[in-house]
């Protein structure tokens, strides 16, 4: 089989703010920023990669999500539990500082892991862990 990764999704809570921490502080590109019923759905993705997306997307914005269900989603963004991602680069040590320099709230500066990778970890905007591994 032949299966890639093409998009994952992540919540935004401030689509603008989310924008600006994509966009200018990791230099991902907008590949699309579309809007319904007062809802935005931003698609960013790393340079040179457009097979790979990242869908910036309003939380349980689903319809079969209950009110119940949409409360505890944003009580687990606000503490961070809800979603992550992990990202990969070359300058682990150049790509924290520029991470730390824009404000973002660090979980982890560069450590090597027992299990065998170096990375550390942000938080986005929205509260979603970003964990970003050294590329060997």
Same mark, same amino acid.
């Given at each position: 089989?032949?299966?890639?990764?093409?998009?994952?999704?992540?919540?935004?809570?401030?689509?603008?703010?989310?924008?600006?921490?994509?966009?200018?502080?990791?230099?991902?590109?907008?590949?699309?920023?579309?809007?319904?019923?007062?809802?935005?759905?931003?698609?960013?993705?790393?340079?040179?990669?457009? &097979?790979?997306?990242?869908?910036? +997307? %309003?939380?349980?914005?689903?319809? =079969? @999500?209950? #009110?119940?269900?949409? *409360?505890?989603?944003?009580?687990?963004?606000?503490?961070?539990?809800?979603?992550?991602?992990?990202?990969?680069?070359?300058?682990?040590?150049?790509?924290?500082?520029?991470?730390?320099?824009? &404000?973002?709230?660090?979980?982890? +500066? %560069?450590?090597?892991?027992?299990? =065998? @990778?170096? #990375?550390?970890?942000? *938080?986005?905007?929205?509260?979603?862990?970003?964990?970003?591994?050294?590329?060997?």
């Amino acid at each position: 089989m032949d299966i890639t990764i093409h998009s994952s999704f992540l919540p935004h809570d401030h689509p603008e703010v989310s924008l600006a921490f994509y966009r200018d502080t990791l230099g991902f590109e907008v590949r699309s920023d579309v809007g319904y019923e007062g809802m935005r759905w931003i698609t960013v993705g790393p340079a040179g990669q457009p &097979g790979t997306s990242i869908v910036l +997307e %309003p939380p349980a914005a689903d319809p =079969g @999500v209950t #009110d119940d269900e949409r *409360r505890t989603i944003v009580e687990m963004m606000a503490k961070g539990t809800y979603a992550g991602i992990v990202l990969a680069t070359a300058d682990l040590d150049g790509t924290f500082e520029r991470v730390q320099a824009s &404000g973002a709230e660090v979980i982890q +500066e %560069p450590t090597k892991q027992p299990y =065998g @990778v170096r #990375d550390c970890a942000f *938080r986005d905007p929205a509260g979603n862990m970003i964990r970003i591994q050294e590329r060997r």
